[in-house]
């Protein structure tokens, strides 16, 4: 792959700066703490739209659906991102759950497409670079599950 362009490294570090806004470093704690669903149904009582939760959850996937669409469009380097973006990752497993239905429900065939793609990249990216990586990541996410529902 091609050395990252000055442009390339300049967006990911505006991207940066961007995640580091109060407002939506807010949201991505409470959704890392937080958002756990198995379905549509869990995520409409978790974080339904309109309500402070939801809001939390369309500013966290939202960003990151952004972020991805630049990806995924060639504007970032893809193994500078990925070198650097791991939340994204975390991100689509935590709503992969739901978006069949939110899809089906919305009629939003591209609801997180952008997302969806790039994690599929990155999880391939991983296992070439740090084969076991990805496995151990969703197995850490289940036990950060069970310790979120133990102390709920």
């Avoid at 807010?26 to 703490?33: E, S, T």
């Avoid at 369309?58 to 952004?66: C, G, H, R």
């Avoid at 990155?122 to 151990?136: I, L, S």
């Amino acid at each position: 792959m091609a050395k990252p362009t000055h442009e390339e490294a300049r967006l990911q570090l505006e991207l940066f700066e961007l995640r580091r806004e109060a407002r939506l470093r807010q949201a991505r704690d409470w959704f890392m703490k937080n958002y756990f669903v198995e379905s549509i149904e869990d995520a409409m009582k978790i974080a339904q739209p309109g309500t402070e939760n939801g809001t939390n959850v369309m500013m966290v996937v939202s960003y990151w659906e952004q972020a991805c669409s630049m990806l995924n469009h060639g504007l970032l380097h893809e193994e500078l991102f990925f070198e650097n973006n791991g939340e994204s990752f975390m991100t689509w497993e935590r709503v992969k759950p739901m978006v069949a239905g939110f899809r089906q429900m919305f009629v939003a065939p591209h609801f997180l497409k952008h997302l969806e793609k790039a994690a599929e990249r990155y999880e391939a990216w991983m296992e070439k670079t740090a084969p076991g990586h990805v496995a151990r990541m969703r197995e850490f996410m289940q036990q950060m599950r069970g310790q979120m529902a133990k102390a709920a």
